[in-house]
C-alpha cells in the first residue's frame, strides 16, 4: 500500500504495508488555524479535521458511519506546523519508538447528534464534517491489552492516536 500526502507545496509518496495505494490529501489553513485532512484506502478511509482555534480534532470514519470527536491535548498531539512532517516520519518510519502514541475510547450506545450550542463549541469545519451523523466524545485511557475493537484508519493511525470502543463490563 502506498499514500500519496500532498502538503502545498510538497507532495510525498508514502508506501505502506501491502503494496495498495491510499490517497491522501492535506490542507493547512494558518490564518483560521486548522488543518482538513483527508484519507481513501477503502475500509480505511476517513476524513480529520484539527481546529486549534477551537481545540478539538474530529474525525469521519467511514466504515463507521460515525464521528470521533475530542479535545485537543497538548502533550499528545502535534502542533498544526507539525502535523504534515509527523504524518511523514509516522508512516515511514513505523518502527521508532515515539511518545505521542495515545489510546482514547467511546462509548458505544452514547453517541448524539450535535446542537446549535456544541456546533458553536467544535467549529464550523467540524459542523460541516459532522453534521447529521452520530458524534461520540473520545476520552483518554490506558494502552488497551486487546485491540480487536479499536479502529485503524486514516491520520489518526498515522499519528498513533488508537480509537477504541469501550467495552462494557459484565457484572
Avoid at 453517541?111 to 459542523?127: C, D, H, Q, V
Wanted: aromatic share 12%; proline share 5%.
Amino acid at each position: 500500500m502506498k499514500m500519496f500526502l500532498c502538503f502545498l507545496p510538497q507532495s510525498y509518496l508514502l508506501p505502506a504495508p501491502n503494496n495498495e495505494y491510499v490517497t491522501g490529501s492535506m490542507t493547512i489553513d494558518n490564518k483560521k488555524n486548522y488543518a482538513d485532512v483527508h484519507v481513501r484506502s477503502g475500509l480505511y478511509s476517513s476524513d480529520t479535521i484539527f481546529d486549534y482555534q477551537h481545540g478539538y480534532i474530529a474525525t469521519r470514519l467511514f466504515s463507521r458511519h460515525a464521528c470521533f470527536i475530542m479535545k485537543i491535548d497538548e502533550a499528545s498531539i502535534p502542533e498544526l506546523q507539525d502535523i504534515g512532517r509527523q504524518a511523514f516520519e509516522r508512516q515511514t518510519m513505523r518502527k521508532i519508538y515515539s511518545p505521542r502514541v495515545m489510546w482514547v475510547q467511546f462509548q458505544s450506545g452514547n453517541a448524539m447528534f450535535g446542537s446549535i450550542r456544541e456546533w458553536l463549541r467544535y467549529g464550523k469545519p467540524i459542523e460541516q464534517l459532522c453534521k447529521g451523523l452520530p458524534l461520540y466524545k473520545l476520552t483518554k485511557s490506558e494502552p488497551l491489552t486487546n485491540s480487536n475493537s479499536c479502529a485503524s484508519a486514516g491520520i489518526p493511525s498515522i499519528l498513533g492516536i488508537n480509537i477504541c470502543e469501550r467495552l462494557r463490563e459484565n457484572y
